[in-house]
T-cell receptor, first 112, second 113 residues
């Protein structure tokens, strides 16, 4: 089945530790995105990548980093510099402009 | 940057009635307006989208209207059913979403039996 896979579904980390969230797609989409969702809030864009080996900051990039070494993969690292990392993280991909963005099932990160 | 306002935050309707969710956007250059449905603990799924050269689009019980002059767009769901209960998000983007989407804060739609 084609789609976007995020893993793990739930993640717990201690404060001060970096953590990497996985996002893999087999839809052959060029563009990939990371969003953060907080309770009662809409989704906010963290980073996006329109092509391999290139990515741009979104609205809330501080404390996060990404890489795009392969078309299928767009991992997100939540660093210790992120002041409030506990949230629901969503990865998406899209084949191009004016077309649907497909979302993964999300990773719920809890930092204690 | 773009700002999207969405109302209401919660909407409760009787099964079979219609539901309307409204959004406004700030950037007149926005040209792509999708609507997503999100069920608890899952990722959002596209239910309908509209582009700036179209004023209205329908797909069975769902319709979206766009008023570019007023910079607002609305989602209409007719003959609501229990499975319509979810959180709905509107979004807007310049460049057709290539640089990501700006989302509203969501509407929790509750269908009362």
């Amino acid at each position: 089945d084609g789609g976007i896979t995020q893993s793990p579904k739930y993640l717990f980390r201690k404060e001060g530790q970096n953590v990497t969230l996985s996002c893999e797609q087999n839809l052959n989409h060029d563009a990939m995105y990371w969003y953060r969702q907080d309770p009662g809030q809409g989704l906010r864009l963290i980073y996006y990548s329109q092509i391999v080996n290139d990515f741009q900051k979104g609205d809330i990039a501080e404390g996060y980093s990404v890489s795009r070494e392969k078309k299928e993969s767009f991992p997100l690292t939540v660093t210790s510099a992120q002041k409030n990392p506990t949230a629901f993280y969503l990865c998406a991909s899209s084949p191009g402009t004016n077309t649907e963005a497909f979302f993964g099932q999300g990773t719920r990160l809890t930092v204690v | 940057g773009e700002n999207v306002e969405q109302h209401p935050s919660t909407l409760s309707v009787q099964e079979g009635d219609s539901a309307v969710i409204k959004c406004t956007y700030s950037d007149s250059a926005s040209n792509y307006f999708p609507w997503y449905k999100q069920e608890l603990g899952k990722g959002p799924q596209l239910i309908i989208d509209i582009r700036s050269n179209v004023g209205e689009k329908k797909d069975q019980r769902i319709a979206v209207t766009l008023n570019k002059t007023a910079k607002h767009f609305s989602l209409h769901i007719t003959e609501t059913q229990p499975e319509d209960s979810a959180v709905y998000f509107c979004a807007a983007s310049i460049r057709g979403g290539a640089d990501g989407l700006t989302f509203g804060k969501g509407t929790h739609l509750i269908i009362q039996p």
